[in-house]
């Protein structure tokens, strides 16, 4: 299968190219911050941007929706949302 754009540089902004399941947990880190998370099945999600210096909520958010977030934590309380996918 051809890539056509295998050759462009990757940005924040690009589609992303991997994702990765996200359990979440209240110490634990992500392993890399990803571009953006993919939410399943929606709820609330709680967790701290990579420059953030406290946690945020995300109250409500849609089933299928995808959050612009660059996450360092995805927390395991008050996160109600499931099916979490790291977009990189």
Same mark, same amino acid.
């Given at each position: 299968?051809?890539?056509?754009?295998?050759?462009?540089?990757?940005?924040?902004?690009?589609?992303?190219?991997?994702?990765?399941?996200?359990?979440?947990?209240?110490?634990?880190?992500?392993?890399?911050?990803? =571009?953006? %998370?993919?939410? #399943?099945?929606?709820?609330?999600?709680?967790?701290?941007? +990579?420059?953030? *210096? $406290?946690?945020?909520?995300? =109250?409500? %958010?849609?089933? #299928?929706?995808?959050?612009?977030?660059?996450?360092?934590? +995805?927390?395991? *309380? $008050?996160?109600?949302?499931?099916?979490?996918?790291?977009?990189?």
């Amino acid at each position: 299968m051809t890539d056509y754009f295998s050759g462009h540089a990757d940005s924040v902004v690009a589609p992303a190219t991997r994702g990765v399941a996200v359990t979440p947990h209240d110490v634990n880190a992500l392993a890399d911050i990803p =571009k953006a %998370l993919f939410v #399943g099945v929606g709820g609330d999600l709680v967790g701290r941007g +990579v420059n953030d *210096t $406290g946690d945020l909520t995300f =109250k409500n %958010l849609p089933a #299928g929706s995808v959050l612009p977030f660059r996450a360092k934590f +995805v927390r395991a *309380t $008050g996160t109600t949302a499931a099916s979490i996918v790291a977009l990189y």
